[in-house]
C-alpha cells in the first residue's frame, strides 16, 4: 500500500454505500443538533454553531458522492467478473482493472480486501487480503506478452519477509518462468496464472449461482399433501436404515404417533 493516505472520500468509494450515507447523517446531525447543544451558554460558539447548522445539510449531502462512486465500483466489479472467459479478456485489462478483477475474485471466495487507493509506489503490494485472522499480500502483474520471471518472485519474497504477512500471491494474466516456478516452490509465494484465476472467477460464478438458487423443500403431489390415516401434513424424510437407506420418502409429521409413509 502507498505511504501516502488517500483522501478520505477515495476511501468511502472502496467501502459499501450506506457507510458514506451513514457517515453523511452523522455529519448532519452533529452539525445541527449536537454542536449547537454543547455551545448553548457561550455566544462565541453559539454563533460558530449555527453557521454549521445553517451549512449541515451540505456537508451531509457530500457524503453522497461516495456513495453513488461505491454503488459505481460494485457494478465495475461484477461487470468485470462476469466479462471473463479466457486469457485475451483478461489480457485486454488495463492494469488498473486487473487490479480490481483480482481484488474482487479474492472477495467473492470469502478474503476480506483492502485495495491500493492510491497510484505511486505502493511498495510491492497492490492488495492486502485477511481471512481466519491471517493476512496475505497480493502483486498483480497485467503483462500481455512477457512471462513473469524470477526477479518478480524473489522481489516479492522480500515484500513478505519483510511484513507480518503469512503469504505473498503474485497473480498474473499470463505464465511464469520455470526458474519463477522453481524458486517459489517451497516457499509461501503462491503464483496464480492465468488459466487459474480464470478457473477461480468460474468457481466463484457457481457459487453465486448456487447461492442465488433456493429451491422448495421437496413435497407430495398436492392430492396427497395430507396423510390418509390421520389428515396431518407428510414431510419428506431420508431413509436411515434398512435396505431402502439413503432414499427419499413422505412421512406422516405426527410421527411416531402415526407411522404412515409414502415412497
Known amino acids: 500500500m502507498s505511504k501516502k493516505d488517500p483522501p478520505l472520500f477515495t476511501v468511502l468509494s472502496y467501502l459499501p454505500w450506506w457507510v458514506s450515507v451513514l457517515s453523511g447523517l452523522v455529519v448532519y446531525l452533529c452539525l445541527s443538533y449536537v454542536f449547537p447543544a454543547l455551545a448553548s451558554d457561550n455566544p462565541f460558539l453559539s454563533m460558530l454553531t449555527q453557521a454549521g447548522k445553517n451549512i449541515a445539510p451540505f456537508f451531509g449531502g457530500l ?21 471473463q472467459k479466457s486469457i485475451d479478456t483478461l489480457k485486454a485489462l488495463s492494469w488498473q482493472e486487473f487490479e480490481i478483477l483480482v481484488g474482487e475474485a479474492f472477495r467473492r471466495k470469502g478474503y476480506s480486501v483492502a485495495e491500493n487507493m492510491v497510484e505511486g509506489a505502493d511498495g510491492g503490494i497492490d492488495l492486502l487480503l485477511k481471512k481466519e485472522g491471517e493476512t496475505h499480500i497480493v502483486q498483480c502483474k497485467q503483462w500481455r506478452k512477457s512471462k513473469i520471471g524470477i526477479a518478480v518472485v524473489r522481489e516479492m519474497f522480500g515484500v513478505l519477509k519483510a511484513s507480518s504477512a503469512k503469504s505473498v500471491f503474485v497473480v498474473c494474466s499470463g505464465d511464469y518462468t520455470k526458474e519463477a ?24 460464478h457457481v457459487e453465486d449461482a448456487q447461492g442465488r438458487a433456493s429451491p422448495e423443500p421437496a413435497r407430495p403431489s398436492s392430492a396427497v399433501k395430507k396423510c390418509p390415516k390421520c389428515h396431518s401434513d407428510l414431510v419428506s424424510r ?14 406422516c409429521s405426527s410421527f411416531p404417533k402415526c407411522r404412515y409413509t409414502l415412497s
Open 63 to 83: 457524503f453522497l458522492i461516495p456513495a453513488i462512486a461505491s454503488i459505481f465500483m460494485r457494478n465495475k466489479r461484477a461487470k468485470l467478473l462476469a466479462q
Open 181 to 204: 516456478i522453481a524458486f517459489a516452490a517451497n516457499l509461501p509465494v503462491q503464483l496464480v496464472d492465468g488459466n487459474e484465476l480464470l478457473s477461480i472467477i468460474k468457481d466463484v
Open 238 to 251: 431420508v431413509a436411515k436404515r434398512g435396505p431402502n437407506a439413503g432414499n427419499k420418502f413422505f412421512g
